[in-house]
């Protein structure tokens, strides 16, 4: 059986095969019953179109760059999973490029990225999408981009986040309905910006509730499970030690788990602990971790959607730029303990 070629689709649905190629493309300007006479000739016929022949006939590749530096697989993996969802319904390909955010040559490494790889465009992952020096370098390239989860939401035509703020508000909330009011919080990476929301979050939670900020309760962590454990022993051993520990992520917030076991603390008769992320061990470990689920896929389909307009010159609707993150209450929090 013959190839299907793109001038058998343009002869059935009675257009152009430039017509056909601005329907492929999803290109704006297109009579909607002439983009529905064209997608039901692709459907009848089968065709498949040619990925190297589609990138030479036009000025873009479609290849989106992923442009990522996170110690969590599970936060990655997420994200690629939710970009590629959107990317494959669109003929796109997806180019997957770890970067050392600390290298003072990522900006060039990224524009050679851009001139030799003929990416259309990119999606900044946490902590990029807050490097300064990238997004000045990728602006005055006129890049496209879009930043998923940054700390500044200025660019809310380019960027996708969650209510980091205000779900951990909501959280410390619930801690305090328990009954806590010795309530430890871990701070996140200070290079992640996104992730001192959380911190704001727990904050403004402690002062709804009229409690006051007790900073031998605030520890630095770095995301890390290892971070996670070296606050989780300060935390632990002081004399009047927190009832509830709140980490600004499940890895930090494992560590303290670990910390609560070796010492014979009971979870959650004797200790409270709450994550922020929901990664798949969060669910698997016992007790299993009250958490904060972060949308991170619909985040990247989201993300990804709204870079996909800017190549085609559509106008995204701000609204889809804020997701929000959901409470997973499970069995490590529970009541405070008595006489605390």
């Known amino acids: ?108 490494e990224v524009e050679h990225l851009l001139r030799h790889s003929k990416v259309d465009g990119f999606l900044l992952t946490p902590p990029l999408s807050d490097h300064e020096p990238l997004l000045t370098a990728l602006k005055d390239s006129s890049a496209r981009y879009v930043r998923v989860a940054p700390g500044d939401h200025a660019e809310i035509d380019r960027s996708v986040f969650t209510n980091d703020r205000a779900s951990c508000a909501e959280m410390t909330g619930y ?69 509830a520990v709140f980490a600004s992520n499940d890895e930090m917030a494992i560590g303290v788990m670990r910390v609560a076991h070796q010492s014979g603390i009971r979870i959650p ?10 990664i798949p061990i969060a669910r698997q470990m016992f007790p299993a971790l009250t958490t904060i689920r972060q949308p991170v896929e619909a985040m990247a389909m989201t993300a990804t959607n709204l870079l996909l307009g800017q190549l085609r010159g559509v106008a995204q609707a701000r609204e889809v730029v804020m997701l929000e993150s959901v409470s997973q209450l499970r069995e490590s929090t529970g009541p405070a303990p008595p006489g605390q």
């Open 175 to 243: 801690l305090v309905s328990l009954g806590h009011r010795s309530i430890a919080f871990i701070i996140g990476d200070p290079d992640h910006k996104a992730v001192g929301e959380r911190y704001l979050g727990y904050k403004d939670g402690l002062r709804t509730a009229g409690l006051p900020l007790d900073q031998r309760l605030v520890k630095q962590g770095f995301n890390t499970f290892q971070s996670g454990i070296e606050c989780g022993l300060e935390l632990l051993r002081q004399e009047h030690r927190p009832t």
């Open 269 to 278: 008769q004797d200790l409270s602990i709450v994550g922020f992320d929901d």
């Open 1 to 108: 059986m013959a190839k299907v070629r793109i001038n058998d689709v343009a002869e059935r649905a009675g257009v152009s095969i430039k017509t056909v190629s601005r329907v492929i493309n999803r290109e704006p300007n297109v009579r909607g019953d002439t983009r529905e006479r064209v997608e039901t000739a692709i459907a009848e016929l089968r065709y498949t179109p040619n990925p190297f022949a589609r990138s030479l006939a036009g000025s873009r590749a479609f290849v989106i760059g992923l442009l990522y530096d996170n110690p969590s697989s599970s936060y990655v993996i997420d994200i690629q999973r939710g970009a590629l969802k959107s990317c494959q319904g669109e003929q796109y390909d997806l180019l997957i490029h770890p970067c050392d955010y600390q290298s003072s040559g990522l900006p060039a």
